[in-house]
């Protein structure tokens, strides 16, 4: 789910699209300095990026694409048919006059990195999505068609191939060790208007629940960009490709606000890498649905702290399951690294090669064991027919009686309430029909109509089992709930005090 500060932010692409042009770590490390230009380091601090820029200037390329579209049909004006002398044709009644869907030619703008000297060019899919006709542009106003190569929407990279050798390509950084504070570039065409510089440093990493993209690990930068910078260069001091910009959060204008968003060099460069090897990107699957640990939960699970991500869903028949892995599991690591939060873990288990093994770290029950998982290849538009966290378009039930848990109230699953609520046949716990909006479960998020599955671990399938659990965990400062919302699947933690 998206976080609830980005509902409160307009993220725009940065393509200055659909213009209708025609109807058709701490080790040391030893510092050496040249002690040909001891004399330039006595003087003060770097005043230019003149020589970074000029090396830089011939890989940022101009990208125009262009596709065909159709109009909606739409009325004829009535003007004509106003004159009385031609209404009596009519009897007084004006046909309706529809204009036919018409063909337009959209071109849009953006901007694109030399990734190698034969050709490639890296570019936003957003840049080429859906085009018929690829051109690029350099700073020498050199211009080539290009071919779409591959693409990649979920992260928005696509790659493209010319017909020319020779080219100067950007050197990739390794866009891991950048670091907050550091100095950073911005290089593309903003709004058409031939290559531009602007610079800053890096605002933040690691970026995500933006709603931008599937796969979120932006690199936040001040650096100013703006429309028609999609697909162009964030370059480090040296002159290595850091990221690839991608978006900005736009004020009323949609200009730059000082906050843009770039793709890091090292997750589009595997990106391509797929590309270029195979044509597609494949991602690993593990088939669970794991959910962020708060401070609350992992008190709750009886975790020191709040590192790791807890098992809320195990998708049937999946390399999960065939693992032996669990609802109420937590995930601390993934092949000996730590795992610090959702969005991290999704990225790794993604970045996988389908079929490979990986070992995780995971807590149950106060032990910590090892559970390796093969995984398979990950099916993004067979998860979007399941329907994500599946918002419910059914009427909320009514009725039911009180419960254990102050301020809920709750009823046994039937078939017609099963009906009623979408779920399966097979699906088990008691439905809460009743919710005081000032309670502490409305308060932890609880809802109309969620199902609770499971109180402290234990599975409950009527409102006695419910009730029952609810009442030997009293004494706890907190009750966890497990809660079926649609097609998915959560643990809520209740404050009891």
């Given at each position: 789910?998206?976080?609830?500060?980005?509902?409160?932010?307009?993220?725009?692409?940065?393509?200055?699209?659909?213009?209708?042009?025609?109807?058709?770590?701490?080790?040391?490390?030893?510092?050496?300095i040249d002690t040909a230009h001891a004399a330039a380091v006595e003087q003060g601090p770097l005043t230019s990026f003149a020589p970074v820029v000029k090396r830089a200037m011939p890989s940022v390329v101009n990208i125009s694409s262009s596709k065909v579209v159709k109009s909606a049909a739409a009325e004829m004006p009535n003007g004509f048919f106003d004159d009385p002398t031609f209404r009596q044709f009519f009897g007084g009644r004006i046909p309706q006059q529809r204009q036919q869907p018409r063909s337009q030619r959209a071109t849009s703008l953006g901007s694109g990195v030399v990734v190698s000297p034969d050709g490639y060019i890296?570019?936003?899919?957003?840049?080429v999505e859906g085009a018929t006709d690829v051109k690029v542009s350099f700073f020498n106003k050199e211009e080539y068609p290009a071919k779409i190569v591959g693409t990649d929407k979920y992260t928005d990279v696509a790659i493209l191939k010319i017909d020319k050798k020779g080219?100067?390509?950007?050197?990739?950084?390794?866009?891991?060790?950048?670091?907050?504070g550091d100095v950073v570039l911005a290089i593309g065409e903003p709004f058409g208007l031939g290559q531009t510089v602007t610079m800053g440093i890096i605002s933040a990493k690691g970026r995500a629940g933006l709603g931008i993209e599937r796969y979120e690990d932006f690199i936040q930068?001040?650096?100013?960009?703006?429309?028609g910078n999609s697909g162009g260069a964030l370059i480090d001091t040296k002159g290595e490709l850091?990221?690839?910009?991608?978006?900005?959060?736009?004020?009323?204008t949609g200009g730059n606000q000082g906050i843009g968003f770039a793709i890091p060099a090292n997750l589009a460069r595997n990106i391509m890498n797929q590309i270029l090897k195979s044509g597609k990107v494949t991602r690993g699957y593990m088939g669970i649905l794991p959910q962020e640990l708060t401070p609350e939960m992992a008190k709750a699970f009886g975790m020191p702290n709040a590192r790791g991500v807890a098992v809320a869903q195990v998708e049937p028949s999946s390399p999960a399951e065939r693992a032996g892995l669990k609802v109420g599991d937590v995930i601390t690591g993934v092949?000996?690294?730590?795992?610090?939060?959702?969005?991290?873990?999704?990225?790794?288990?993604?970045?996988?090669?389908?079929?490979?093994?990986?070992?995780?770290?995971?807590?149950?029950?106060?032990?910590?064991?090892?559970?390796?998982?093969?995984l398979g290849e990950?099916?993004?538009?067979?998860?979007?027919?399941?329907?994500?966290?599946?918002?419910?378009?059914s009427t909320a039930p009514s009725g039911g009686e009180k419960g254990a848990l102050r301020g809920v109230s709750v009823q046994a699953?039937?078939?017609?309430?099963?009906?009623?609520?979408?779920?399966?046949?097979?699906?088990?716990?008691?439905?809460?029909?009743?919710?005081?909006?000032?309670?502490?479960?409305?308060?932890?998020?609880?809802q109309q109509g969620d199902v609770i599955t499971q109180v402290n671990h234990r599975a409950v399938s009527n409102v006695a089992d419910f009730n029952r659990a609810v009442r030997e965990g009293a004494n706890r400062d907190s009750t966890l709930l497990l809660v079926r919302r649609g097609q998915g699947t959560q643990f809520v933690v209740v404050p009891n005090k």
């Open positions: 789910m998206q976080k609830s500060t980005a509902a409160l932010l307009s993220v725009v692409a940065l393509l200055v699209g659909a213009l209708v042009v025609s109807v058709t770590g701490t080790h040391r490390i030893p510092v050496f890296m570019t936003n899919n957003h840049v080219l100067t390509a950007l050197p990739f950084a390794d866009s891991g060790h950048a670091e907050v930068t001040d650096a100013a960009i703006n429309r850091v990221g690839i910009n991608t978006a900005i959060l736009g004020g009323e092949n000996g690294e730590p795992v610090e939060d959702v969005n991290a873990f999704r990225l790794e288990v993604a970045g996988f090669a389908p079929n490979t093994t990986v070992h995780l770290k995971v807590a149950r029950g106060g032990q910590t064991m090892d559970v390796p998982v093969t990950f099916d993004l538009e067979a998860e979007n027919k399941r329907g994500g966290d599946g918002g419910r378009e699953l039937t078939p017609g309430l099963r009906n009623e609520l979408q779920l399966p046949d097979s699906a088990t716990g008691v439905a809460i029909t009743d919710l005081d909006d000032d309670s502490p479960a409305a308060q932890a998020g609880l």
